[in-house]
């Protein structure tokens, strides 16, 4: 098969992803082979320039907590023993999606007591890009010679025609058979919408936007509740476009979720304020506050490091 073309991160958090991939892998080749050796230099100095920025702001991010546990477990006998003692029972959720350093630490933490339970689902394992390995839960038996694996097929959420659907899918996928059986009542069949366009480049998001805003019309036409019709969507910027036509079709509309606690602005100027308390290197958390001061924006701020 032809080889896949892979393009530099256009995002920050294209950037993050990539980094948190390279730091789960056990060979670094596996990933800088996919890009052109111009873009293989640029990205090894990138990432050397970030791991030099944290050693001087006194700063570890998520995967160094994990990558630097594992070490000293691995290395120190003593720490290993009194860390894992302190927990008797370890129990992972969405094991699928763990990367290598997880998969070792799960190991780690369950060598004084032994006991480890894990729930996942290899068939929604959605994390590759981050270095996620579904092959953790599938090695899990090996692992962990005596443990016992049970299928939990019973289904509380969906029919049993939304269910047939996936069954027919994941029959024709490798990995744990199962066959998911619905305790829900019985109801109408899923319906796979594809939605054809003259042009190749058209936005498919504004198009799903049209659609169900002509659908939701359509079914308000008929008499139904505007209060009983709900639209559900992964992420909050997915209903951006379905706004947009329900708006322009003259339909209020009431939106529930979005941002996150932690994402809020006031939220992050506090967290700042703590990081700084424990950490005076932290030069992210120092912009942060600057920026909060009167006549300080975001580009003074910079000028104080």
């Not at 594809?194 to 805003?213: M, N, Q, S, W």
């Amino acid at each position: 098969p032809p080889r896949q073309e892979y393009k530099l991160p256009q995002t920050k958090e294209g950037y993050k992803d990539l980094y948190s991939e390279l730091r789960n892998l056990e060979n670094d080749k596996e990933l800088f082979s996919r890009y052109k050796p111009d873009e293989e230099i640029y990205l090894r100095q990138v990432f050397k320039e970030y791991q030099e920025t944290k050693v001087v702001r006194n700063c570890m991010d998520y995967d160094d907590i994990l990558w630097w546990l594992e070490e000293l477990m691995r290395t120190d006998q003593e720490a290993k023993e009194e860390i894992a003692s302190m927990y008797r029972y370890v129990l992972i959720d969405e094991y699928q999606d763990t990367n290598l350093v997880q998969a070792r630490l799960t190991k780690l933490l369950a060598s004084v007591h032994k006991n480890v339970m894990v729930v996942g689902d290899d068939a929604q394992s959605i994390y590759a890009f981050r270095g996620a390995k579904v092959d953790n839960i599938f090695k899990f038996n090996e692992t962990f010679p005596t443990s016992r694996t049970m299928m939990l097929e019973d289904n509380y959420r969906s029919s049993q025609q939304i269910l047939d659907l996936a069954n027919a899918v994941l029959s024709e996928t490798s990995g744990f058979k199962k066959n998911l059986k619905a305790h829900s009542p019985s109801g109408r069949k899923p319906e796979v919408i594809k939605l054809v366009h003259a042009r190749e480049h058209v936005d498919v998001t504004r198009h799903e936007g049209v659609y169900v805003a002509h659908k939701v019309k359509a079914m308000i036409a008929k008499g139904s509740l505007k209060r009983s019709i709900a639209i559900l969507a992964r992420a909050s910027r997915d209903l951006d476009f379905v706004e947009l036509e329900l708006a322009r079709r003259g339909i209020t509309t009431q939106k529930f979720g979005g941002q996150k606690f932690a994402m809020k602005a006031h939220v992050k100027d506090v967290v700042a304020i703590l990081r700084i308390l424990t950490n005076f290197a932290d030069e992210t958390a120092w912009h942060r506050v600057f920026s909060l001061l009167p006549n300080i924006g975001k580009q003074r701020a910079k000028t104080f490091f």
